[in-house]
């Protein structure tokens, strides 16, 4: 069931990305696994599947550390800079920074580890109050921040736009996150600028969102089915 579920959205991914002139391989699918067993999890890395996000700190700790450490994690959810020390400990890229006190915090605690942490920037292209994420307008002056700190990696931004039940609604706001991450890149604000990274589209509008320029997808519910 998962694995024909990862299939069919494989399927999709390399569709759209033909559509649009792209290379499928250029696409990185996340497996949201937020709420979800870790049963699950295995069946899907079975699978092939080797990327997972999580939106809670603690169940993603349990998990994390009960299964194979040859996955990898993406942390996508609310991230309080109290958490920071764990959440560099647990996650390959941390995609929601969204304030210069978090991104000084993972910066702190990457440097204590001695590493590099690699990190998205949220940006809250709906404006929307009750959600995360910088506002486009303040994006540039957190990212010129943001720069200075030695021990993070920017490598792009992410986005969750407005909920819609039409994807082609979603397709302006992709398109506005695309266009910030040309206009960042230009001015030389992430670690690659020749391939900023961009997190966008979920289950209901990845194929749009490739269209418009993802380079990662993140997908819960059609890999996983309905969350408890
Ligand atoms: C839950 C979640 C997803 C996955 O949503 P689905 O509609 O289940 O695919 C993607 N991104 C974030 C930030 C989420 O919280």
Known sequence: MICDNLDRIRDAI????HRSGRDPDSIEL??????????KIRQAAACGQAVFGENYLQEARAKIESLPSSLRWHFIGHLQSNKSREAVRLFDLIETVDRMKLARALDRFAGQLAAQQDVLVQVN???????????????EELLRGMAELKHLRVLGLMTMPPRTSDPEESRPWFRELR?????????????????????MGMSGDFAVAIEEGATMVRVGTAIFGRRP
């Open 179 to 199: 266009q910030l991450a040309c206009r960042f890149a230009d001015m030389g604000l992430f670690a690659d600028n020749d391939q900023p990274r961009l997190s």
């Open 14 to 17: 390399a569709e759209a990305a």
């Open 125 to 139: 292209v709906g404006r929307e109050p009750q959600k995360s994420g910088v506002l486009p307008e303040d994006a």
């Open 30 to 39: 996340v497996a949201v696994s937020k709420r979800m067993e870790s049963a």
